[in-house]
């Protein structure tokens, strides 16, 4: 079977989808019986490890680039990817269904109502949906719900980043090197207002903790430069790290180092965040925000702590009783069952066309 995905973003643009986008199509292509291409707007795709053929779209993807891929590749499936950093054209979907005559897959990575990404012209080009957030169907609009029902799939996401087996001895050098004798509490992901980066200065306590920020912190934004400021401030003078972007196996190492990984965010974690599975996935402690009541305090086979969205004296309170605790890092990245699964997924839809 041949598949074409289209994103605006891939390798090694700085989005989490284009992340998740090369992990998938990298374990895809190494199935002997699906065929793989991307066309994105990315000037320099990233390389896979498998055969993976990329088509080039411009400054912003049109039907135009579209029909040229669709010409050549002549996929069984062409498969969408919503929202990326880079957009592509909306008409997409629907041209490819309608004018092209090849059933179209969206996968979407964020809730309907909260994606500028997402409109009509989305559901008039869509014969699957995969979603990546469990609870996505019962926040859809009623009308939507009923639509889509009979033609969606919940395909949970994966870490992008290899969970590693470090020694005592190594998790001590590490720790060294950053933090000395102190506690290292960690945040790894995007900094947006949403993700609630600024509240880890109010969490962490400058006396005898060490912050350590794995993420880009460019001054493009007010929120980033206020994280920036909260950052230099006196109180926390030699014990915040800023590491910017960083290569999978080390932000694997440095999480598998840390005493806690946070994650204050303003609407709550879920399994959909690839930087909360990646901090799942290290063994270390994790404590992050829940919108709903299911699931709060501590799970032991997760190390995981949740509170609820907005207390923070309960996050505190949690982050406090978990530190330093551990478990055994995974063993499997989880990719192989998404591609199991999205391949299930293809086949059903090639069939009912059939």
């Known amino acids: 079977m041949r598949v074409l995905f289209i994103s605006g973003s891939f390798l090694p643009d700085r989005c989490g989808v284009a992340d998740y986008l090369w992990h998938l199509v990298d374990e895809m292509a190494a199935s002997a019986d699906m065929e793989v291409a991307v066309l994105s707007r990315c000037p320099n795709p990233a390389g896979c490890s ?24 002549k996929p069984d499936i062409v498969h969408v990817q919503y929202p990326t950093s880079r957009a592509i054209s909306r008409y ?4 490819v269904r309608r004018v092209l005559r090849t059933p179209v897959v969206q996968t979407w990575h964020e809730h309907y109502a909260e994606c500028n990404q997402l409109g009509w012209r989305n559901l008039t080009g869509l014969d699957r949906l995969v979603h990546v957030r469990e609870d996505l169907p019962r926040r859809l609009p009623p009308w939507l719900h009923k639509m889509l029902r009979n033609k969606s799939a919940y395909v949970p996401n994966a870490s992008t980043i290899p969970a590693i087996r470090i020694t005592d001895e190594q998790r001590s050098a590490i720790r060294n090197g950053i933090c000395g004798d102190r506690q290292l509490l960690t945040f790894f992901g995007f900094v947006n207002p949403n993700k609630g980066v600024d509240r880890l200065f109010q969490l962490a306590d400058s006396a005898r903790h060490h912050l350590l920020l794995i993420c880009d912190l460019d001054q493009s934004t007010d929120y980033r430069r206020q994280v920036q400021r909260l950052a230099s401030a006196d109180s926390w003078h030699g014990h915040v790290t800023i590491t910017g972007f960083l290569p999978p196996t080390e932000v694997g190492r440095l999480l598998a180092a840390s005493d806690a990984i ?24 994790v404590i992050g925000t829940s919108d709903t009541e299911t699931g709060l305090g501590y799970d032991k086979s997760k190390n995981l702590s949740l509170v609820p969205c907005g207390d923070w004296q309960a996050f505190r309170a949690g ?5 330093g605790r551990r478990r055994e890092p995974e063993s499997s990245s989880g990719w192989s069952s998404i591609v199991r699964a999205h391949k299930k997924f293809y086949a059903e839809l090639h069939a009912g066309r059939g």
Do not use: C, M, Q, Y
């Open 319 to 323: 982050l406090l009783a978990g530190l």
């Open 92 to 95: 997409i979907p629907l041209f």
């Open 262 to 285: 946070l994650f204050p965010f303003a609407t709550g974690i879920g399994d959909w965040n690839t930087s909360v599975r990646a901090a799942l996935a290290s063994g270390s402690f």
């Open 50 to 73: 498998h055969h993976v053929r990329h088509f080039k779209g411009r400054d912003l993807v049109t039907i135009w680039d579209v029909a040229r891929a669709v010409r050549e590749f």
